[in-house]
């Protein structure tokens, strides 16, 4: 199947810091998802973007789909401690099935 | 709140026992999945419901069984699970099978003792 590669697998940051992680597949997506997951939670949808190069923010969070199509980044300007959780992305392929990224463990030190 | 509801939050289990988790979403979705979650390991999907039909079966054991009745409830149906079986169930749903972003539910965290 389809792999979908998401680095770094885990962040540790000042609060404040700003924050970048990112996902590849080795295959064309025509949407990029980015879920959030607190402890003991499901994931809540972040981002999602449509089209290669679409730029989109929500609040603090900015998500960007490449232009191969085969990556996506987010970015989180000046973290707080609210912010810690994991991170996924998500992709779907030509047919529509998702596939998920393992995550992005992100923790803010105060 | 997404929207997606599942109960129980929490269930520990023997080897022996039958459970059921349920899944019920207010959204007006057509989809409904469920997806096994592992520690430090992607999301695992495991079935596909659209239209209160299985599209989709991935490779799962028989002794997880989904049941929809109706296009807002799905169940996972569980018995004679393995200790390996012990994760995070999530539910999700969808407006359409593919090509729609999914909402999830909070999960159902299962211990198989």
């Known amino acids: 199947g389809q792999q979908l590669n998401q680095s770094p697998q885990s962040m540790f940051i000042q609060e404040g810091e700003d924050v970048s992680m990112n996902c590849t597949s080795s295959?064309?997506?025509?949407?990029w998802l980015w879920y959030k997951q607190d402890p003991g939670e499901g994931p809540v949808l972040l981002i999602a973007?449509?089209?290669?190069?679409e730029l989109t923010s929500n609040g603090r969070l900015t998500a960007q789909f490449g232009i191969t199509r085969k990556d996506s980044f987010l970015n989180i300007s000046a973290s707080i401690p609210s912010d810690v959780g994991i991170y996924f992305c998500?992709?779907?392929?030509?047919?529509?099935?998702?596939?998920f990224g393992a995550g992005t463990r992100l923790t803010v030190k105060p | 709140e997404t929207g997606v509801t599942q109960t129980p939050r929490h269930l520990v289990m023997g080897m022996t026992n039958k459970k059921s988790l349920k899944c019920e979403q207010h959204?007006?979705?057509?989809?409904m999945y469920w997806y096994k979650q592992s520690a430090k390991k992607p999301l695992e999907l495991m079935f596909v419901?659209?239209?209160?039909?299985?599209?989709e079966n991935n490779s799962v054991p028989s002794r997880f069984s989904p049941e929809c009745p109706n296009s807002s409830h799905l169940f996972l149906h569980l018995h004679t699970l393995q200790p390996e079986d012990s994760a995070l169930y999530l539910c999700?749903?969808?407006?359409?099978?593919?090509?729609?972003?999914?909402?999830f539910g909070q999960g159902t965290r299962l211990t198989v003792v």
């Open positions: 999700a749903s969808s407006p359409e099978a593919r090509g729609t972003e999914a909402f």
């Open positions: 295959s064309i997506f025509n949407t």
């Open positions: 973007l449509y089209k290669a190069g």
């Open positions: 998500a992709g779907q392929d030509l047919r529509g099935d998702m596939r």
């Open positions: 959204l007006g979705h057509n989809a």
């Open positions: 419901y659209n239209f209160k039909e299985q599209t």
